[in-house]
């Protein structure tokens, strides 16, 4: 299963980034909207996922595709109330948010478990 992990890594890295790169220079080709949208959708979930990282793999997944949707929706609308829509600033925020979960991860101490039983620790 880890060589599985290893190559969609190193497919859907790639895929993103471009993504990314391509809604923020209007850069015009077929494959826009998908692999935008890849970007979209998956950077902000991966993000946190990577902080969930000692939790249940479901229940780490499931946190990380409803974070993804509350994000995207959430900057959706927000754009939409203040009439600022613009997909660049769109790609641009999410890579940020995305950004600083990521950042969150990395100082986040690697030994550090979270105890989430009552009493977990307490013998």
Not at 98 to 111: A, T
């Amino acid at each position: 299963m880890p060589g599985h992990r290893v190559v969609l890594r190193w497919i859907l890295v790639p895929a993103c980034a471009a993504g990314a790169v391509i809604a923020l220079t209007g850069f015009d080709t077929p494959l826009r909207p998908v692999l935008t949208g890849l970007f979209i959708l998956l950077t902000p979930g991966v993000a946190v996922v990577g902080l969930l990282r000692d939790r249940d793999p479901l229940a780490a997944i499931s946190t990380g595709v409803a974070a993804s949707l509350v994000m995207n929706v959430s900057l959706a609308t927000s754009m939409l109330i203040l009439d600022a829509w613009s997909p660049r600033a769109g790609v641009a925020t999410i890579a940020v948010l995305s950004g600083f979960i990521y950042v969150l991860r990395l100082l986040q101490p690697k030994n550090a478990r979270l105890q989430t039983e009552q009493g977990a620790g307490s013998k």
